[in-house]
Structure formats: structure tokens, C-alpha cells
């Protein structure tokens, strides 16, 4: 069965410190790996997603599919990414376009 | 360009009461997803629609029922609300429905059940 794991809640760092968001997902096919972020008041909105292999706002995530897993890492938190981060599951031809989301992780960026 | 819309924004029902949550998008978007959105749970797709007239469960469907209207329109019914549906719900549309591609958001219905 398809599922996508967030372990922490909550994730509080200091402005400037690096961050990195776990998730690990189950999945017997050939997955594609999104990050969705929700900022304070604003809509759910793509971060990234693994196929396109770019940076956004600073973050970047790799997937490793020996340790199905697919973190968001950034090197230099910075106040503004305080926000709650969703890493999403889908499938390939077939799938209907339905993602999986996991529970969710709230960074929170200290100053 | 509005993207996706949802009404209403805000809502209380009392339980048994039924209510419809409206849902439009202006991108021209095959499919479209009703997700409920709870603390420590994340997001879970109720009910999707992979073309117009078509409509399929998702994870958690029991107490809702969906419309496809047309391509543009998705509107989510609950017809005895209880307080388990208290919730954020949230619609999405996406370009294609066969591959998993960026889904766009709208800005959610905050619904409690009293």
C-alpha cells in the first residue's frame, strides 16, 4: 500500500541554521515525490517535486529510493520558510493523479 | 485568473444538518480533489474526478458525497453532518488526469460540527 511518512511534527531551528524535513514513503512502483508548503493565511502551493532536480527558495531534495525516502533540506533556514511542509505520493501512468500526503511538518524558524 | 475558488470560507452546522461546499476552477483542469485537512493527520483525499463525469472514492469518502458539475465545477455534500467533519476541506484541480502532476489548491472551507 502507498503511504508517506512525516515523523516529527514539528521542527524549530534557529535563523540561519540548516534544516531538513524527513520523509519516507512506501510505494512497490516507480514513485514521483513532491513537497507542498502552506504559509501562514496562504493557500497549499508546489515547492518541488524530484523530477525537475531544482532548487526552490533555497531547498532542494534528492530521492533515494535504496532508503525510499525524499528529504527537503536547506542549508540556511531563514524566518520566511516558517510554514507547514507536506511531502506528497504519486504514481505513474494510471494513477489518476491522486497524491498521498503524509501528516505534515511545521517548521518553525527561530530568530 | 482566479485559479480555484471555494464557497463558503467559513461554516458551523449542527449535527444532522446537510450543507454543500462549492468548488470552481478557470484553468481548464481535468481533474479535481476534495481533501479534508486535520491536525496530525495531514491531508486526505475524500473524493476525486479524473475527467467531467466521473467521480471515484478516495481514502476517507464515508458521509460525503460529490457532483461533477461540469469541467469546472466539484462540489462536496454532506448530507448529515457530524462532528467527526469538523475539519479544513480543501478542493484542488490538476492538469492531466493519468500521471501525478502539480495539483493547485484552493483556499479551503473552515467547517466545525457542534
Known amino acids: 500500500a502507498q503511504r508517506v511518512t512525516q515523523p516529527e511534527k514539528l521542527l524549530s531551528v534557529f535563523k540561519g541554521a540548516p534544516v531538513e524535513l524527513k520523509c519516507n514513503y512506501s510505494?512497490?512502483?516507480?514513485?514521483?515525490l513532491f513537497w507542498y508548503v502552506q504559509y501562514s493565511r496562504q493557500r497549499l502551493q508546489l515547492l518541488l517535486r524530484?523530477?525537475s532536480r531544482e532548487s526552490i527558495k533555497g531547498f532542494t531534495a534528492d530521492l533515494n529510493k535504496g532508503e525510499t525516502s525524499f528529504h527537503l533540506k536547506k542549508p540556511f533556514a531563514q524566518e520566511e520558510d516558517s510554514a507547514m511542509y507536506y511531502c506528497?505520493?504519486?504514481?505513474?501512468?494510471?494513477?489518476?493523479?491522486?497524491?498521498?500526503f503524509g501528516q505534515g511538518t511545521t517548521l518553525q524558524v527561530k530568530p | 485568473n482566479a485559479g480555484v475558488t471555494q464557497t463558503p470560507k467559513f461554516q458551523v452546522l449542527k449535527t444532522g444538518q446537510s450543507m454543500t461546499l462549492q468548488c470552481a476552477q478557470d484553468?481548464?483542469?481535468?481533474?479535481m480533489y476534495w481533501y479534508r485537512q486535520d491536525p496530525g493527520m495531514g491531508l486526505r483525499l475524500i473524493y476525486y474526478?479524473?475527467?467531467?463525469?466521473?467521480?471515484d472514492k478516495g481514502e476517507v469518502p464515508n458521509g460525503y458525497n460529490v457532483s461533477r458539475l461540469n469541467k469546472r465545477e466539484f462540489s462536496l455534500r454532506l448530507e448529515s453532518a457530524a462532528p467527526s467533519q469538523t475539519s479544513v476541506y480543501f478542493c484542488?484541480?490538476?492538469?492531466?488526469?493519468?500521471?501525478?502532476?502539480?495539483?493547485?489548491f484552493g483556499p479551503g472551507t473552515r467547517l466545525t460540527v457542534t
Open positions: 484542488a484541480s490538476s492538469e492531466v488526469s493519468w500521471a501525478a502532476y502539480e495539483q493547485y
Open positions: 510505494y512497490s512502483g516507480s514513485p514521483e
Open positions: 524530484h523530477i
Open positions: 506528497a505520493l504519486g504514481g505513474p501512468h494510471g494513477n489518476t493523479g491522486k497524491l498521498i
Open positions: 484553468m481548464n483542469h481535468n481533474s
Open positions: 474526478s479524473a475527467s467531467e463525469g466521473t467521480t
